[in-house]
Structures are given as C-alpha cells and as structure tokens.
C-alpha cells in the first residue's frame, strides 16, 4: 500500500509564496503520475496540477498556470509544489494523490492518496 505524506501548508498573505512537499513511501512505477488536487469548503475537489514520473511531462489548471510549478525528486520519491502569487482564492485543503497515468485530470485516475494539507491565503 502506497502512502503519501503531504507537508508544508499553512498561513501566507495575499501574493506571498509556499511550497508544499508530498513524500511517496514507495518509488512510483514507470508512467505514473502524481498530482495535487484542492478542496475548498462547500466546493468540490479539483484538479490542481500532474507531473509524469517518468517524463517529467506536466498538466496545469488554467487557473493556477503562470503561478504554481511541479517538480519531482527522483531519489527521494518526493514531489513538490511551489506555489508563488498566491490569491485569497487558493485557500483550500491540497491534496496529493498517485495514479497510474492512464487518467491525469480526474479524480477516478488515482488510486493513492494523502491525507491533504491546509493552505489559507488571506487578503
């Protein structure tokens, strides 16, 4: 059983920066992905951003491209998302989930997920 274990959310102002970090207990396989997805209160989760383990390829939301980047270590089976420009509209709980890649921009792609990390922007 994969796990993930996200970190790094917390409190920042309006056009401040945070990086999160979601740590996988296990190397992810050939053509994986990992993504971040985000919850606001009363909104349905949604997807954030990808990243190929393998290629490095990534998919961005619109409403966060220009702003956020996802990266990967491969020796430490970490990905990370650093976030920059940051909107009272951000402020949600991210969540980072595992997925073979067959389905990137869905929740149904993945099969893993962590146990999500509280980002609040305020204005």
């Known amino acids: 059983q994969v796990q993930l274990v996200e970190s790094g959310g917390g409190l920042v102002q309006a056009g401040g920066s945070l990086r999160l970090s979601c740590a996988s207990s296990e190397r992810p396989a050939t053509g994986s992905v990992m993504g971040w997805f985000r919850q606001a209160p009363g909104k349905e989760r949604e997807f954030v951003v990808a990243?190929?383990?393998?290629?490095?390829?990534?998919d961005y939301s619109d409403s966060v491209k220009g702003r956020f980047t996802i990266s990967r270590d491969n020796t430490k089976n970490t990905v990370y998302l650093q976030m920059n420009s940051l909107k009272p509209e951000d402020t949600a709980v991210y969540y980072c989930?595992?997925?073979?890649?067959?389905?990137?921009?869905?929740?149904?792609?993945?099969?893993?997920w962590g146990q999500g990390t509280q980002v609040t922007v305020s204005s």
């Open positions: 990243i190929n383990w393998s290629s490095g390829g990534t």
């Open positions: 989930a595992a997925g073979p890649g067959v389905v990137v921009l869905r929740m149904e792609g993945y099969k893993y």
